[in-house]
């Protein structure tokens, strides 16, 4: 939330002196953000991948370059500049992914649960790495973390929370005595106390931490959450905004077997229909699941100045790029096995290909905003495609099957572009195929964009 990738829900917060709601470009250009789930491009360099995020704050080419450059030299990956991120160890793609949040000298940076999965060595590194930009940088981090050790051999300024409520803030010597009864306590056995999971302290200290009032606004203002959390601050420049609610997984109904005619049709286009199945959920699928792409990818671009209006459109064209060159590929190879088909006809065939492959790009995007996890987003896709590529006809033409799976078939808009790409493939251009297929390639690519677009848009500040 305090990133901009959620809306607030209530209450106020300040980002290095920016209103999170009336100013969230502004946030933007003073926070740098690395999220839990990752977020290189393993397919890319390591010097192309922080040369682009400098980009994306707009800065000069040359500087970006020159940036990257002195972030390699400070964060030990000079070695490895021209080298594929995909090469990469977890503890330096974890580094590589915090020199991308400091290429534009963020005031704050927001490390979200940063050591988990790394192994010992790798962890301690990034200890010291964390401690080196606060001392030598001067930067904010604002670190959320589950190791209880973590966050009392880093934090300036713990603040723990349970359950959604903020329960203790201090320095961690100030909570140990508090609540655990001696600054020599660990911050375990002081969690626990808090939280009133363990003994309680013979007689904590008064603090100003603990007053009535202060935990009634803090219950106020926080949402539930479904376990604790310790979230520290290092010179700390925030203040408190509301919790966000976890998303919910969706689940799966399991296959049933077909029967009788339509069963039989459904098993023999069932295999033909596999491989264009596949290609489309590959399509659909790359928000949360782009080749080789963590999730976190799409997070680190919206946490960037760019608008999130050009930042949907890049990645629609991307798709549709990948998309009509695979096209020309699957031509050039027909081709070289007899097909004939006039040019205009091909040119118009790619047309459609990139309409609908920006349709199906800018929906998946939508989908996956409201879905959020790879998880709840597979069943969901696979449910939808399926059907679709069944019933357009693009396998398996539609009257080899039950009369009443043709009828349905022409209430999928697919069936209707998939019928006027074979028109123009003939060289049959004034048809009702034709005109039918251009108004539903138009119609649905508006639809999707405005979708998509809105979605995108409101999905945080």
Not at 298 to 312: I, K, Q, Y
């Amino acid at each position: 939330m305090l990133t901009t990738l959620l809306p607030p829900t209530g209450g106020t917060a300040t980002v290095a002196g920016c209103d999170l709601a009336a100013d969230p470009a502004g946030v933007r250009r003073a926070c740098g953000y690395v999220a839990q789930s990752g977020g290189v491009d393993p397919q890319i360099t390591v010097r192309e991948e922080l040369v682009t995020q400098g980009r994306f704050y707009r800065l000069p080419k040359a500087v970006a370059a020159e940036r990257a450059e002195e972030l390699a030299r400070d964060l030990d990956l000079a070695d490895v500049l021209d080298r594929r991120c995909g090469e990469l160890s977890g503890g330096r793609r974890r580094r590589l992914e915090i020199a991308m949040a400091l290429t534009h000298r963020p005031k704050v940076l927001f490390l979200d649960e940063p050591t988990t999965g790394l192994d010992p060595g790798s962890r301690a590194d990034l200890w010291e790495l964390v401690r080196r930009l606060r001392d030598e940088r001067g930067t904010t981090v604002f670190l959320t973390t589950h190791y209880l050790d973590e966050a009392d051999a880093l934090a300036d300024r713990l603040v723990i929370v349970d359950r959604g409520v903020v329960v203790a803030e201090g320095t961690p010597a100030a909570l140990k005595l508090e609540y655990g009864g001696s600054v020599d306590a660990t911050l375990q056995d002081t969690f626990l106390a808090i939280t009133g999971r363990g003994p309680a302290p013979a007689a904590p200290a008064p603090s100003p931490y603990r007053t009535p009032h202060a935990a009634a606004r803090h219950r106020s203002r926080l949402r539930p959450l479904s376990a604790p959390v310790a979230a520290l601050a290092l010179r700390p420049a925030l203040r408190r905004a509301d919790a966000a609610a976890v998303p919910a997984l969706l689940r799966a109904a399991p296959d049933r077997p077909a029967a009788g005619r339509a069963g039989q049709f459904l098993a023999g286009a069932g295999a033909r229909t596999a491989d264009a199945t596949g290609a489309v959920r590959g399509l659909v699928r790359r928000l949360h699941d782009h080749p080789g792409e963590g999730p976190g990818v799409v997070e680190r671009m919206r946490v960037t100045p760019v608008s999130r209006l050009a930042l949907l459109l890049g990645r629609m064209l991307r798709e549709a790029t990948v998309f009509v060159f695979q096209a020309v590929l699957l031509v050039l190879a027909a081709v070289a096995m007899g097909l004939r088909a006039p040019l205009p006809g091909v040119l118009i065939g790619f047309a459609f290909v990139a309409l609908l492959t920006v349709s199906l790009a800018s929906l998946s995007y939508a989908l996956a905003m409201k879905v959020a996890t790879p998880q709840g987003f597979g069943p969901v896709i696979n449910a939808l495609t399926m059907p679709a590529m069944l019933l357009s006809g693009l396998m398996l033409p539609m009257t080899l099957g039950p009369r009443w799976l043709d009828v349905l078939s022409h209430l999928m808009p697919l069936r209707y572009l998939v019928d006027a790409v074979r028109d123009a493939y003939v060289g049959r251009y004034a048809t009702t195929h034709m005109l039918y297929g251009a108004l539903v390639a138009v119609g649905l690519t508006v639809l999707s964009v405005t979708v998509g677009t809105r979605v995108f848009r409101t999905a945080g500040a």
